[in-house]
Antibody, heavy 123, light 108 residues
Framework: EVQLVQSGAEVKKPGESLKISCKGS????????IGWVRQMPGKGLEWMGIIYPGDSDTRYSPSFQGQVTISADKSISTAYLQWSSLKASDTAMYYCARLVIGVTTGSGWFDPWGQGTLVTVSS | EIVLTQSPATLSLSPGERATLSCRASQSVSSYLAWYQQKPGQAPRLLIYDASNRATGIPARFSGSGSGTDFTLTISSLEPEDFAVYYCQQRSNWPPVTFGQGTRLEIK
């Protein structure tokens, strides 16, 4: 079974750093892009960035460039999302998801998704 | 940048009725469009990829159609478990991914 399992909920103070994780299993972790998606309370899905664990090629949404760092450790099939200095506005649910690219087309879709990591930033 | 606009924002229907959700792209995305369902407290789930292909395990009452800039997700006869939020998503060269803002399907 293809599965992504994320690290647990976090409660942090503004200015603190944080790194959350997403561990893949049941497939070749180095052969698929992993994406991170933010969902603020009561809001929609926002794409943050994607990483290809095979060579660590990373692309960021302009909205999140410079605000977060996406990385991966292919030796343990795990992708990461990290902040160096959290803000209250970073409070949200964060999902990782595997990006499947169509073999004969340029299409792409996210499947499966991790269960989500709730990050709460409050003083 | 490709923008996806979903309509309506909220759709109120009764079980057994037919639901039609729309997703419009600001420029052609060919057939590179997917649909997701998200229930409260859950992660999104893939329903449709490449505009019209059902994902594994998705019931036949869900269907997708369209190409270019106009896409539709149809639920032929609503079941109680279908009331949720639905998102469309496209893939292109840049940005690699874009989501629509979502349509909330609620019980009338």
């Amino acid at each position: 079974e293809v599965q992504l399992v994320q690290s647990g909920a976090e409660v942090k103070k503004p200015g603190e750093s944080l790194k959350i994780s997403c561990k893949g299993s049941g497939y070749s972790f180095t052969s698929y892009w992993i994406g991170w998606v933010r969902q603020m309370p009561g809001k929609g899905l926002e794409w943050m960035g994607i990483i290809y664990p095979g060579d660590s090629d990373t692309r960021y949404s302009p909205s999140f460039q410079g605000q977060v760092t996406i990385s991966a450790d292919k030796s343990i099939s795990t992708a990461y999302l990290q902040w160096s200095s959290l803000k209250a506005s970073d409070t949200a649910m964060y999902y990782c998801a595997r990006l499947v690219i169509g073999v004969t087309t340029g299409s792409g879709w996210f499947d499966p998704w991790g269960q989500g990591t709730l990050v709460t930033v409050s003083s | 940048e490709i923008v996806l606009t979903q309509s309506p924002a909220t759709l109120s229907l009764s079980p057994g009725e037919r639901a039609t959700l729309s997703c419009r792209a600001s420029q052609s995305v060919s057939s590179y469009l997917a649909w997701y369902q998200q229930k409260p407290g859950q992660a999104p789930r893939l329903l449709i990829y490449d505009a019209s292909n059902r994902a594994t395990g998705i019931p036949a009452r869900f269907s997708g159609s369209g190409s270019g800039t106009d896409f539709t997700l149809t639920i032929s006869s609503l079941e109680p478990e279908d009331f949720a939020v639905y998102y469309c998503q496209q893939r292109s060269n840049w940005p690699p991914v874009t989501f629509g803002q979502g349509t909330r399907l609620e019980i009338k």
